[in-house]
């Protein structure tokens, strides 16, 4: 199996408003000092000026808090969106076909994949390494968010136990999960131009969020990756 060897954002000021002291509303309507008034050239140009620079900060202070509200699942969704285009595009031109799911996995800082064009994803990867640096933060990402799902749902299992013995069986199975995430970690899978993450597949399942086939979800989920997981091996 051929393998790829990788090289290892301020809320809007808070400004008080109300009426300004009667001294300095009455001061407002004397001249400025050195005898200039509000109509002259150099008074109105500075306060143009100046409400330029403000008018640019609140866009750029605007801009940011956008940014900013944007939650972690957010922030991961356009990344990894970005990112399978661009490397679907990458594929594209080397003629690979994305017709088929492509599953890849990065294992101990190599990028395996099982696809019958491994030869042409390893070329593609070989002139950019950029790319499978950027599969291993985002498979990194998405594998710990499965982790955090994985820990609310014991969470929520141990609030509702009613003994002892079920708050351990709770435990029992969130191990389980965490070790099943660990072993899924590093895998994804690029299907209609997005990219599936193995852990959070699994978590999915795990959790009830999306509805298994079989009578042993754990089993089903991993028997999906079977082939990928062996890869390399």
Excluded: C, W
């Amino acid at each position: 199996m051929s393998r790829i060897t990788t090289n290892r954002e301020p809320s809007l000021p808070l400004f008080q408003r109300g009426a300004l002291p009667a001294k300095n509303a009455a001061l407002s309507d004397r001249p400025s000092q050195g005898g200039k008034s509000a109509a002259d050239p150099a008074a109105t140009v500075h306060l143009s000026d100046k409400a330029k620079a403000a008018a640019d900060k609140l866009k750029a202070d605007q801009e940011a808090a956008a940014i900013a509200a944007r939650s972690f699942d957010e922030h991961l969704k356009v990344r990894s969106d970005a990112f399978a285009a661009k490397l679907g595009a990458a594929f594209k031109r080397e003629g690979i076909p994305l017709d088929d799911p492509i599953a890849l996995r990065i294992e101990s800082g190599t990028l395996v994949t099982d696809s019958p064009y491994r030869k042409k994803v390893e070329k593609v990867l070989k002139e950019d390494p950029e790319l499978a640096k950027e599969f291993e933060a985002i498979a990194s990402l998405k594998s710990m968010r499965a982790a955090q799902k994985s820990l609310e749902l014991y969470n929520d299992e141990k609030k509702s136990a009613r003994s002892q013995d079920e708050q351990d069986r709770a435990y029992g199975r969130y191990t389980a999960r965490m070790l099943d995430i660990q072993r899924l970690s590093g895998t994804m899978v690029l299907e209609d131009g997005a990219f599936t993450s193995a852990a959070e597949d699994y978590m999915a399942v795990m959790s009830g969020e999306r509805i298994a086939t079989s009578a042993d979800p754990r089993k089903e989920v991993l028997k999906r990756y079977d082939s990928i997981l062996a890869a390399g091996r």
